[in-house]
């Protein structure tokens, strides 16, 4: 069975740029979460989605925003892009919200703000 | 403020020696998580503890949820080379929260 995929594994983008990350969770699984990883703050929740809702966010401002499909991927997308911005974003899914017990992280993604 | 506390934050040892990181909060948990992560991965889910006072092992790994589940302790017996990492540990508040991270360092 395939693990959770992310694409781009490396972005770098200039400040005011927009970007958006792409999650493909593990076959089955319906809920997909979203992460920030940083030297300083470690790891801080986003928002989690479940059947193309948004069940949960995170103290994130609203540039930050993300969206699920039909088939469970998941996109999260950031506007104006800032130098605090740079960090690990990491997805996670498990079969259904709530279970993160069972929750299994992909690669993530490692964005770069110049 | 981060509502899961990590100690120690760094932890260089030799092959073969023994250790024990902590995770502490204020807030009582419903179930609370171990990660290990290796640079570049996403983390990887070693173990859950839901019971207060519930001690799981794994291998060399032992995990213990406080009586209270408030706090968790990993203690690693005859540390190798390929436990080098950041071991992370999490809990469900409403959303997940993740402490810090221990940082790892086992030399051969």
């Known amino acids: 069975k395939a693990g959770v995929t992310q694409t781009p594994r490396y972005l770098i983008k200039t400040r005011g740029q927009q970007v958006t990350l792409s999650c493909s969770p593990i076959?089955?699984?319906?809920?997909v979460s979203w992460y920030q990883q940083t030297p300083g703050q470690g790891l801080q929740f986003l928002f989690e989605?479940?059947?193309?809702?948004?069940?949960n966010k995170g103290n994130f401002p609203g540039r930050f925003s993300g969206r699920q499909f039909s088939n469970s991927r998941s996109e999260m997308n950031v506007s104006t892009l800032e130098l605090g911005d740079s960090a690990l974003y990491l997805c996670a899914s498990s079969l259904l919200p709530g279970q993160e017990w069972e929750q299994f992280f992909g690669p993530g993604t490692r964005l770069t703000v110049l | 403020t981060q509502l899961l506390e990590q100690s120690p934050q760094f932890l260089s040892i030799q092959e073969g020696e023994n250790l024990t990181v902590y995770c502490n909060s204020s807030?009582?948990?419903?179930?609370l998580q171990w990660y290990r992560q290796e640079p570049g991965e996403g983390p990887v889910l070693l173990v859950t503890v839901v019971t207060g006072g519930e001690v799981k092992k794994l291998k060399r790994l032992t995990f213990q949820f406080g009586d209270a589940r408030k706090d968790s302790s990993l203690h690693i017996t005859a540390a190798q080379p390929g436990d080098t990492g950041l071991y992370l540990c999490a809990g469900d508040s409403h959303d997940m929260r993740f402490g810090a991270g221990t940082r790892l360092t086992v030399k051969p």
């Open positions: 076959s089955g699984h319906r809920s």
């Open positions: 807030s009582v948990f419903s179930s």
């Open positions: 989605y479940f059947s193309e809702t948004q069940r």
